[in-house]
């Protein structure tokens, strides 16, 4: 393990910014701190940088107790959001800095920023200043500055969270690409979970200080331990049991088929991807909702159906353009929906324990 | 440089508005324009044309005589070492001062900070009586540093103090607004770099927030050459001994040896004049530094 974070807390005044946060991330791989902002993982990233003391915990750096290490013997990178570029020196400069404050041979230092540049293919901007460059350039130079002293481990605050859309999916595959050629253990931080997913190898959830889950994103995305996890990660429709306990409108209902009849009577809810729902005129054979369409948005692709089913529970559909155009659907119209797969949460108000964390396909 | 002018807008739109309107200029804006200019003119180039007229109405020989006496050589000597100390105290001690007040969380800051500006406001006169109350012959420390055959009051140390006092806010108020915007994320960098404190306020701090200290000093010396009041008081005055510039103008303005006091003027007039041009050109250059 590179980074191993235990129990680690913080506080500035009353505001708990992180509380018992314990994880570890596995040498080489590319793990995401995700969460809104105010959850604590800049905070957890400056700990483990050694920025600000933690109150209470530890921080392992490859084995070794890095907790009273101060910053500058740390041997960690760090990119900052806005790159905290010096202004007054050249790219060149920027990107020797560290070896130079390491006395490093002059010849040593050239053949090694000469790579670096090359690696994060700015070879020809050396003699420019960064106020020359665009935000893309200059997050790539933030990159081989922190690289260039071999740090243990990477660290990455918001790294693109400066840069408008299209130049920040660049740097996104960029960075994936260039970690597996480097394969530095690398932690970042984001806000943004499309950047999670397509950048990470694992990610951690964050909320009010605290770590929710921890897995592979894919994982996260489809066994959420938490209904906060569920939101985080990309749409979702939480549906409450009790409300969808209602015979009248139901064809078979689809909760009653996966879970029992009497799990409609608890106080917990079912998650349903948007993307994991399917609409027809008729019902079928397969268990349905009966529900009215308010509202048709296009999205390119695929259209966003808004729903109300079993009175005033909102439902949304992502259906591709074909099906909907095949289907004719208008608003105002009664459908039948079936859900492909629901889940259920533990650890609600009240954890039922027979059906925390269940996943059925239906 | 046409990249700047570009986004600033500043010296293309001046330049249309004064070539092409200028003859249509609106009754109101002549009017506030003849106002502006005829009060310049009243109240700071008239004087000084009058200044310049009288110094030379009696030819060349008298000023360079003036110039060439002992007594504005040591006048002129003595500003000079008294700047000299101040600029390097007070430069090292306002960019300290600055990079605690900025940096730093204590529970009397917001007091510091206010009793920083304290020189300012109070008059250089109460400067130097308060001086003379401390360090004077009968002064609370004085009388001891007098005992042991140090003087303060009537004396160099003393003309010192009182402007290390009166100069004490320039470097402070100017560097203070450049390392805030200044930030910590580079020095947070250049730390994590494995640069230690020390480099880092060299290689780093310092050359961010080298043309605001630089524009600081520059009216940090001037004040310090200018300086008459605080000085006056705990100086004594003592021809060729304990006298200043400005108060070798005094002198022989009281003492009637005109001439004198208008070599000493002219001299201390060119050299503001000197500095008013390196001030624009700084002020210029914390601008562009914070563009980028």
Not at chain 2, 199 to 224: D, E, H, N, Q
Request: include cysteine.
């Amino acid at each position: 393990m590179s980074i191993v974070v235990e129990n680690l807390s913080k506080r500035f005044g009353t505001f708990q910014a992180v509380s018992d946060v314990s994880f570890e991330v596995p040498t080489g791989q590319l793990v995401a701190l995700l969460g809104p902002s105010g959850s604590g993982k800049s905070t957890i990233l400056r700990i483990i940088a050694g920025l600000e003391d933690p109150d209470t915990g530890r921080v392992s750096l490859t084995g070794e107790d890095a907790t009273s290490v101060p910053v500058q013997r740390r041997g960690v990178g760090f990119v900052f959001q806005h790159y905290a570029l010096f202004r007054h020196m050249t790219v060149r400069q920027n990107v020797a800095f560290g070896l130079e404050v390491r006395k490093k041979p002059k010849a040593e230092i050239d053949e090694k920023v000469d790579r670096l540049l090359k690696l994060v293919q700015l070879y020809g901007y050396a003699d420019r200043y960064p106020s020359q460059l665009s935000g893309g350039q200059r997050q790539r130079v933030a990159l081989a500055r922190s690289l260039a002293p071999e740090p243990r481990v990477l660290l990455l605050d918001e790294p693109f969270g400066a840069l408008d859309a299209r130049v920040r999916d660049e740097l996104r595959a960029w960075l994936r690409k260039l970690h597996d050629e480097v394969h530095v253990t690398s932690l970042f931080v984001t806000h943004d979970q499309q950047e999670a997913f397509e950048v990470s190898d694992q990610v951690v959830v964050l909320n009010h200080g605290r770590v929710e889950q921890y897995g592979p994103p894919q994982e996260l995305y489809e066994r959420p331990v938490s209904p906060f996890v569920a939101q985080f990660l990309g749409q979702v429709n939480a549906l409450p049991l009790r409300a969808l306990w209602n015979p009248q409108i139901l064809n078979q209902n689809p909760v009653d088929a996966a879970f029992g009849a009497e799990v409609l009577k608890s106080d917990e809810a079912v998650y349903v991807r948007p993307h994991d729902l399917d609409i027809h005129r008729e019902p079928s054979s397969r268990p349905c909702w009966r529900g009215t369409i308010n509202r048709l948005t296009p999205l390119g692709g695929i259209v966003r159906i808004e729903l109300s089913i079993s009175g005033d529970n909102g439902l949304q559909i992502d259906l591709p353009r074909d099906q909907q155009l095949a289907l004719g659907l208008a608003q105002g119209e009664d459908v039948f929906i079936s859900p492909r797969l629901v889940t259920t949460i533990g650890g609600s108000s009240e954890p039922s324990a027979d059906l925390a964390g269940k996943f059925y396909t239906i | 440089m046409a990249i700047n002018q570009a986004l600033t807008g500043e010296p293309n739109g001046f330049n249309r508005m004064s070539a092409s309107k200028w003859g249509s200029l609106p009754i109101g804006r002549w009017l506030l324009m003849t106002v502006v200019i005829g009060w310049f003119a009243v109240l700071i180039l008239v004087p000084t044309v009058a200044l310049a007229r009288q110094a030379f109405a009696a030819g060349l020989a008298p000023l360079g005589r003036a110039m060439a006496s002992d007594e504005f050589l040591r006048a002129f000597g003595m500003t000079i070492g008294i700047t000299l100390v101040a600029v390097v105290v007070n430069t090292i001690f306002g960019v300290c001062f600055a990079l605690v007040l900025v940096r730093q969380r204590f529970w009397c800051k917001t007091l510091a900070d206010g009793l920083v500006d304290l020189p300012f406001a109070i008059s250089p006169v109460v400067t130097g009586l308060m001086l003379v109350v401390l360090y004077g012959p009968d002064g609370w420390i004085g009388r001891y540093l007098e005992a042991g055959g140090f003087k303060v009051v009537y004396a160099l140390p003393g003309m010192i103090l009182a402007t290390l006092f009166v100069t004490l806010p320039f470097v402070v108020r100017g560097v203070v607004p450049v390392l805030q915007e200044f930030g910590v994320d580079q020095v947070e960098a250049a730390y994590i770099l494995g640069a230690g404190r020390w480099v880092t306020f060299w290689r780093v701090t310092l050359p961010s927030i080298r043309w605001g200290l630089a524009y600081s000093v520059l009216l940090l010396i001037a004040r310090s050459l200018g300086e008459f009041g605080a000085v006056m008081v705990v100086s004594g005055n003592l021809l060729g001994h304990t006298q200043t510039a400005t108060l070798y103008v005094h002198d022989g303005i009281e003492g009637f040896r005109p001439e004198g006091a208008y070599a000493a003027s002219l001299l201390l007039a060119a050299v503001s004049f000197f500095m008013l041009i390196g001030m624009g050109t700084l002020r210029k250059r914390v601008k562009t530094s914070k563009q980028t």
